[in-house]
């Protein structure tokens, strides 16, 4: 097991991930990643059926740093705000430097006009190394129960 | 009160609950459970006055294992996937071995077409004893605040 | 940074802000309020914009009390339950005494016939304070992505 000083790290990790999308700091939701680090959303079934389709795939940390530009400039035609409700991390394995936490969140837009729809809900499967004592992610792969076609990508999950 | 590892032991148990469930892992779900373990759902008026009707109820470990059984084959007819997003536990008791813990929760199910519909939201209200620094459920009532009737039962909540 | 301790109190506090009123332990909410607190609820865009405007806004803790007496009167006329389910509180700040969280949260009402709708998601903004290891609040603000106009302030968020 890793000590509690690291599990607060996770925590912490998971929070702001969240809360940066929130408030639309990009820049620090970017420095959460790892310099090798992947992201990738895929519907659970493909995740569970092994199945190697995407919905987003970046392979490498430029390609989504490009990729998160290429959505803002589409969503400035569309202006919605976001709010994630994550539950806590949990650990499934933690071995060392390297820890692999889930967490289960829901994801919700909102308009102009104040009306809310749940926009995604699943599960965030994030491989974390650690700097000192702050986490990183490596690879992201975020799996994804359900989602609104229309609006998909607009912004990260 | 708890010391931080026994609090970490509450949140792990917690976030493992909902994990389990969403992963359909159920006996690792089973096995978070104490040998002496009960399991109750309830709506929240009956628990708000006292009432003693169930919409669920093992008192035994037996019971719930073969609840458990019998609701899987069930499942078979009407695949559906869930996701558990649960709020931190608050501790409403903690004396020595014994800790009462609670925790709120949404509830998604998601059908075939990857449309999400809120099941069931509440509360989780646990009876948690020790085993060394690890958590098991002695007793589970899970406090239902509205429900989809169709559905009901299914899998666990 | 601030120690574990002062952490796991954070944590403490915003599971018990939710679950309090989950329990309508409406004086055990304003003990979570330092004595100088204030307590205001305002839409996210006139946060964003730095606009003055409140949905409710109470300078002092007698005016939280005032005003907390007459929700709950009004909410005699129309029987609702709540339900928070609220996301890890993220350190936006943390400098010795005071400390600066946010947390995300989903806020349902659910009526005498068992249905739960959404009622509000958005964010607390917790500016808090340490008595001893116990972080109480002195500044909240709720920001508010989303709401339903017609039962707004029927309770607290």
Redesign the interface.
Same mark, same amino acid.
Request: aromatic share 8%; hydrophobic share 45%.
């Given at each position: 097991m890793i000590d *509690? %000083?690291r =599990? @607060?790290a996770v &925590? $912490?990790l998971? /929070?702001?991930y969240? #809360?940066l999308l $929130?408030r639309e700091d990009y820049q620090g939701w970017l420095d959460l990643f790892d310099a090798a680090a992947s992201y990738r959303i895929a +519907? =659970?079934e493909n995740i569970d059926q092994n199945l190697p389709a995407s919905l987003m795939l970046c392979e490498t940390k430029k390609a989504l740093t490009d990729r998160l530009v290429a959505m803002l400039k589409a969503n400035k035609y569309r202006p919605i705000?976001v =709010?994630?409700? !994550?539950? %806590? +991390?949990? *650990? !499934?394995e933690a071995d060392g430097e390297r820890v692999r936490a &889930? %967490? /289960?969140?829901?994801l919700?837009h @909102?308009d102009g006009d #104040?009306? %809310?729809e *749940?926009y995604s809900?699943?599960?965030y499967d994030f491989r974390l190394v650690f700097v000192g004592e702050r986490a990183a992610i490596r690879d992201a792969v975020v799996i994804v $129960?359900?989602?609104l076609i229309p609006t998909l990508l607009v912004k990260p999950i």
């Open positions: *509690l %000083a =599990r @607060v &925590q $912490d998971v /929070a702001h969240g #809360g $929130d +519907p =659970r705000v =709010r994630h409700v !994550i539950g %806590a +991390p949990e *650990l !499934i &889930q %967490a /289960a969140y829901s919700y @909102v #104040g009306h %809310a *749940l809900i699943g599960c $129960d359900s989602f």
